[in-house]
């Protein structure tokens, strides 16, 4: 497995690739990587030749208040993790040499990216659109891999490629869970032990909502109600938002289909955590 750290030295790599007619398929991360960003991995080595996944604790996607001066890091493993799946080459940009002295230019995201997680962070999403962009522009892969764990993240980078007119097919994978139901996250490593047993409330309720909607329920009234019902089992479990929303442009319906998409947030301790179901797949 390669390792990368320059601009030069990726763009020397992706075009010997693509001259080797390889279809480049590219895993961008956050690294501390867990099975569901391998599951990413193992989904581009089906489809791509050439699989390069991305490291990089993205500052631009941090607000003053949050996680990135104690975001977990283990290069170590992750090397160990990402090599054992077949990745072909890791890149490990510096900071700086994503974002030097001067760089100023932003990806704007669009109304869809004001509600949700862009509402509980402001920024987020423009710091998350700009990183993707330069992804794209430095290893112009074929394909690009997301989990559906971030579906707000998912759904403004599917539109992004499509207002942008940028010839890429994004892959989107199922969220890889824990035994009891919890979506692994990197983010999991700062829950305490109770937290981490409090923490499945969440899934919980995302089970127990697709649970009634397999029942025949179509109000999302309701099947908020069915989720606040259990989620008020962890009293120490704050709900931020509740979210049953089409999967477009995650506007809120008031009749839910297969297509409809049902998100939560909340704070476990002092760790937030996001999940979401589609009611057509269910928890997986
Ligand atoms: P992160 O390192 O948290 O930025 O995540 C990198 C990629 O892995 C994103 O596309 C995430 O949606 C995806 N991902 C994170 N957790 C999971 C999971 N539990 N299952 C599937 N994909 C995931």
């Known amino acids: 497995m390669l390792e990368l ?3 030069p030295d990726l763009r020397a790599w992706t075009t010997s690739q693509r ?3 390889r279809r480049i398929g590219l895993v961008p991360t956050m690294g501390y990587l867990h099975e569901g960003h391998l599951a990413l991995v193992d989904q581009a080595r089906r489809q791509a030749q050439a699989v390069i996944l991305s490291i990089f604790v993205n500052p631009l996607q941090f607000g003053p208040g949050e996680d990135l001066a104690r975001y977990p890091r283990d ?22 040499a994503m974002y030097p002295t001067g ?5 704007t995201p669009g109304s869809t ?5 862009g509402a509980a962070r402001p920024g987020h999403f423009t710091g998350v659109l700009t990183v993707v962009a330069k992804l794209f522009h430095l290893v ?6 997301f989990g559906q764990k971030d579906i707000q993240q998912l759904t403004l980078i599917r539109r992004m490629v499509r207002d942008l007119d940028w010839p890429i097919e994004l892959v989107a994978v199922p969220t890889v869970r824990e035994a009891d139901g919890l979506a692994l996250s990197s983010r999991n490593a700062y829950l305490t032990p109770d937290d981490r047993t409090r923490a499945v409330v ?3 309720a995302l089970r127990a909502a697709h649970h009634a909607f397999c029942e025949g329920e179509r109000r999302a009234d309701r099947l908020e109600a069915r989720m606040r019902q259990q ?12 979210a049953i929303v089409e999967p477009e442009g995650l506007a809120p319906v008031a009749t839910v289909d297969a297509g409809t998409i049902l998100a939560i947030a909340a704070r476990v301790g002092s760790t937030r955590l996001i999940d979401n179901i589609s009611l057509a797949q269910g928890l997986g």
């Not at 990216?113 to 997680?117: L, P, Q, V």
């Not at 989620?231 to 509740?242: G, H, Q």
């Open 19 to 21: 001259k080797a007619g």
């Open 231 to 242: 989620l008020s089992a962890e009293p120490s479990v704050k709900v931020e938002y509740i």
């Open 75 to 96: 290069l170590v493993r992750d090397r160990g993790l990402a090599g054992g799946r077949g990745v072909d080459a890791l890149f490990l940009p510096a900071v700086e």
């Open 113 to 117: 990216a004001e509600r949700w997680e």
């Open 202 to 204: 969440l899934s919980r």
């Open 5 to 7: 750290s320059t601009i």
């Open 140 to 145: 112009q892969p074929d394909l690009a891999y």
């Open 103 to 107: 760089s100023e230019i932003r990806v």
